[in-house]
């Protein structure tokens, strides 16, 4: 081979290597599917789905997703078409979501939708007529980062109405029941709460899909704060009737739907304080009195001056203390010396105590002096502090509005957002310590409680000992560790997290817990409820043969007095002696069976 064509061949793969490096990196692909059932063949079709689903799907589009399929009025075999052939376009997707909007229903625990040509006759009909959600699920599960499904399908269900029911203990939800996703990466979005109904509102959407097309496909913004801007939208429009819920969980990091437009970093505006401040800061460092008096030749006036005249007066403070101490230190030595030399000159020691005690005012006064200024420092210090915060905020305000002034829609990104709610939680906390607090957050602390089940009295405003013994409750069973003493925000948001019940019910003797009621305990037939509130099984009744003799000689038992005097066992006299205590015991089993509940029973001899 020739060796001129080595430098060729060496610029060539340079060059490739240049093309492959300078590529833009690859998007990520995002499909969707959308849903929506109005057309119902067998009961009163709905307005909304049908609009929801439009304004969805061009929600999506907007946002510029990769493949968004919008169907509508599906029966039940294009359904499970459409859901095929969605599970192959998410297999090499990043983002995957599914949004339905029609009739669905929780039986024994299991969400099915229903297509408009379901027809439910009976309750074992779901099985075959409708499509559980467990397989809406094996369609998104391909997707790597986000799998969402979205269900506005919690309305009043006509089908529960109608449906004849073929066995007894199958239970029929209404709305949506709870799910839990086994699968990491996915959220499941219900316009309303499980076993709540959602309402369809009086415009052309419902309130959930116009809370979706605002805040879902923000730029920038985490999937998780999308659906809490949701919830509250829809809580405030419908007047707290409503309340969407999410379940499942996703990682530390933000998943927004739509990525964040990259901004040109904007540059503050410069702070004429700040080389001032940077200068007073190195002279504090040096902490004498010629470095603080070189600042000041720099900077006669303003805040930063006056500051290091402050602290000029307390390093001046401590050298008179100082030099106080050693004078008094030296008057002292000078007494103890005329007093070991034994001199008699009064004059002399009347004046090296005068001195000696000049000396001691005179070091009493520095430290008072010094006192006052360290206090005067102390001060200063902390409106420096107060000042560099408020110029620190100062150029924080001055960035957003110049982000503002450039027209950006974006929303402000995640870590201002987070820094100002931490801001406004600091100052919420502090107004909460500096006082008792407000009725209306413990009567709210007192409702959530009352609803996970740890509080049985009224929600009355008053933080009683029953209010601490019941948060002393959530503690325990819920293993937070919130402050049982006072009612806090902290609490209030724990406690509204919590779905359902979380202190157990405690329910009579006789009852026992049945989820959120006490139901009766019924012992089958030969059986009866024992004292530990189980059934117990009753024993055979004894045959016991008596003759007539003896029927008639404990007729005759009260006459003879003198058998009990010797000691013959008798019914009567042998209940007498019975001590009090004895006689109140608790009857067994088998004297309840027995009917030994008496006196008479007892002296009857049927009793074993």
């Known amino acids: 081979m020739n060796s001129h064509g080595y430098p060729t061949l060496r610029r060539i793969l340079l060059a490739a290597v240049l093309l492959l490096v300078c590529q833009p990196a690859f998007a990520e692909k995002r499909v969707a599917l959308v849903l929506g059932n109005s057309a119902y063949q067998n009961v009163p079709q709905l307005t909304n789905p049908i609009n929801d689903g439009a304004v969805v799907a061009a929600t999506l589009k907007a946002a510029g997703f990769d493949v968004v399929d919008s169907r509508h009025d599906l029966p039940a075999a294009e359904t499970r078409r459409a859901l095929r052939d969605f599970a192959d376009r998410a297999r090499d997707a990043d983002i995957a979501v599914v949004y339905y909007a029609g009739h ?3 039986v024994d625990g299991t969400n099915y939708l229903i297509p408009v040509d379901a027809k439910l006759e009976r309750d074992t009909d779901i099985y075959d007529e409708a499509l559980s959600l467990d397989r809406v699920l094996v369609a998104i599960e391909p997707a790597t980062r986000l799998r969402l499904v979205i269900l506005d399908a919690c309305r009043d269900n006509p089908f529960a109405k109608s449906m004849k029911r073929t066995l007894a203990s199958r239970g029929i939800g209404q709305g949506l029941g709870k799910i839990e996703p086994s699968s990491p990466n996915m959220l499941i979005a219900y316009s309303a709460k499980a076993g709540s109904t959602a309402l369809d509102g009086d415009a052309k959407n419902s309130p959930f899909t116009l809370a979706l097309a605002k805040h879902l496909t923000t730029p920038g913004l985490d999937v998780r704060r999308a659906f809490g801007f949701v919830r509250d939208e829809v809580l405030k429009t419908t007047g707290n009737k409503q309340e ?15 990525p964040a437009a990259k901004a040109a970093p904007s540059t503050p505006a410069p702070n004429p304080q700040a080389e001032a401040r940077r200068d007073y800061e190195l002279a504090l460092q040096i902490g004498n009195k010629d470095a603080l008096s070189a600042f000041l030749a720099q900077y006669p006036d303003g805040f930063y001056a006056n500051l290091a005249k402050i602290q000029i007066a307390r390093i001046a403070a401590e050298e008179t203390r100082v030099a106080a101490t050693e004078k008094a230190r030296l008057a002292e030595q000078e007494r103890a010396r005329l007093a070991a030399e034994g001199t008699q000159k009064t004059q002399q020691l009347k004046a090296a105590e005068a001195d000696a005690k000049a000396a001691e005012q005179a070091r009493i006064a520095a430290e008072k002096a010094k006192q006052v200024a360290q206090e005067q420092a102390a001060a200063a210090e902390q409106k420096r502090a107060a000042a560099e915060m408020a110029d620190k905020l100062s150029e924080k305000i001055t960035a957003l509005n110049a982000a503002g002034d450039r027209g950006s829609a ?6 201002t957002v987070q820094g100002d709610k931490q801001g406004e939680k600091a100052v919420n906390v502090a107004s909460l310590t500096a006082g008792p607090p407000p009725a209306d957050l413990t009567k709210s602390v007192q409702i959530e ?21 019941s948060m002393a409750l959530f503690n325990r069973h819920a293993r937070t560790k919130f402050d049982v003493k006072v009612a806090s925000v902290d609490a209030l948001d724990a406690i509204k997290v919590k779905p359902a019940r979380v202190c157990p019910m405690i329910c009579e003797h006789g009852f026992e817990a049945d989820g959120d009621r006490c139901s009766k305990i019924v012992c089958g037939e030969g059986s009866f409820l024992n004292g530990d509130n189980e059934c117990e099984k009753r024993r055979g009744k004894a045959t016991v043969k008596r003759n007539e003799n003896d029927r008639s000689s404990r007729r005759v038992r009260p006459e003879r007095q003198d058998s009990v005097d010797r000691g013959t066992p008798r019914y009567d006299a042998g209940y007498r002696a019975r001590p009090q205590a004895q006689q109140a015991r608790p009857l067994t089993g088998s004297e309840r ?7 008479e029973a007892i002296m009857s001899g049927k009793c074993p």
């Open 593 to 599: 069976f027995w009917g030994c509940n008496s006196n």
């Open 449 to 469: 409680l009352r609803r996970v089940g740890c509080l049985t009295a009224d929600a009355d405003g008053e933080w009683n000992t029953a209010s601490q013994r």
């Open 244 to 258: 969407p819920f999410v379940y499942g969980s996703l990682g530390g990091d933000d998943v927004p739907l739509v």
């Open 104 to 106: 669905g229903m929780e």
């Open 410 to 415: 974006s929303p402000p990104p995640a870590e």
